[in-house]
């Protein structure tokens, strides 16, 4: 048996009898024998073993730390519906003007503008105010 097979043998017995194979192993391997005395005196280290305390602003740097994280998150939010916003009001515009100038592709005359109609109003806005002053 190889030297990963034995470890992996000593780690699954918790108690029970290793194979003959590993045994045999461990007889003519000093480094699993020492792995196996290690793993041997594990759970008693582990039991000296004691949680170190955590600082007294621990709560409070990690809920900082957490509204620091948050905060671009909600930004990044508003920036995707500003753009989605955008790109909307850009694809209204940009079907718009082409479905007018696409019109003489059909065979249609483009609409005329009123330009002359709205200076006669101006003119006669003029007028009328241009005679009280």
């Known amino acids: 048996m190889s030297c990963d097979g034995t470890r992996a043998a000593l780690s699954a017995a918790t108690g029970a009898p290793l194979p003959l194979q590993a045994e045999a192993h461990l007889a003519s ?28 602003d621990f709560e ?23 753009a989605v916003f955008i790109l909307g009001a850009l694809a209204g515009f940009a079907g718009a003007q082409w479905a007018r100038d696409a019109s003489w592709m059909r065979g249609e005359r483009p609409p005329e503008t009123a330009v002359e109609p ?6 006669d806005y003029v007028a009328a105010f241009g005679r009280h002053r």
């Open 29 to 56: 391997c000093s480094e699993c024998r020492a792995w196996a005395m290690a793993l041997d005196r594990l759970p008693d280290r582990l039991s000296d073993w004691t949680a170190p305390e955590p600082p007294e």
């Open 60 to 82: 409070a740097r990690v809920l900082a730390r957490v509204r620091r994280l948050r905060r671009p998150a909600r930004v990044l939010a508003l920036a995707a519906q500003v």
């Open 118 to 123: 709205a200076l006669d109003v101006t003119d």
